[in-house]
């Protein structure tokens, strides 16, 4: 792979960020608004989307909320950021029972920022951008390994997914020649 290509998908990761619980709109979102902002942050990842029947279908099978006059808020885009990503790794029975495990043990809004703060640590990682992964979170719970061991299976993924897309673009301009 081209040092080019690898330093431009470098510098995109050290730019990543998730919004923070505090950071998503909470004046309620209809379902393609909802989609829209989602899919902002998912625009970096060519395998992963969100669509609105993907969401509405989530509705259904009770991974969240159903909007309160076809309206999503805070709690439910988190989730929803949640799931983007983990879909691309667990089924939804395993999304389910990891969402279950977080509503015992923390409130949504310190699992969502965790989760972004981890994402985005591993990711860093994961892409070279750093040597080192941070400790995040003060303690070491059962809940936290999962979550991490989740956190990085994704996070290999985007990597070797972005190292295909790239591979795959410089064999075309390789064949052009």
């Known amino acids: 792979m081209k040092q080019e290509h690898k330093d431009n998908f470098k510098i995109s990761m050290a ?7 505090h950071e998503i709109p909470n004046v309620g979102l209809y379902l393609e608004q909802t989609t829209k902002y ?3 942050y998912l ?3 060519h395998d992963i989307t969100i669509t609105g029947s993907m969401i509405s279908n ?3 099978k009770g991974l969240i909320t159903n909007p309160v006059k076809k309206q999503y808020d805070r709690d439910q885009i988190a989730y929803l950021v949640f799931i983007a990503f ?3 790794v667990l089924s939804l029975e395993n999304i389910r029972i990891l969402l279950e495990m977080q509503k015992k043990t923390y409130g949504n809004q310190r699992a969502y920022d965790y989760f972004c703060e981890e994402f985005e640590n ?8 750093k040597d080192v992964l941070d400790n995040v979170g003060g303690d070491q719970s059962d809940e936290k390994l999962i979550l991490r061991n989740t956190i990085i299976t994704i996070s ?3 990597y070797l997914d972005q190292c295909f897309v790239i ?11």
């Open 167 to 177: 591979l795959g673009k410089e064999l075309e301009e390789h064949s052009e020649r």
């Open 43 to 45: 625009e970096p990842f």
């Open 38 to 40: 989602i899919e902002g």
């Open 86 to 88: 983990a879909k691309s």
């Open 156 to 158: 290999h993924k985007l």
């Open 58 to 60: 989530y509705v259904k």
């Open 15 to 21: 730019d990543f960020h998730l919004p923070r619980y």
């Open 122 to 129: 591993i990711l860093q990682f994961v892409f070279n951008v």
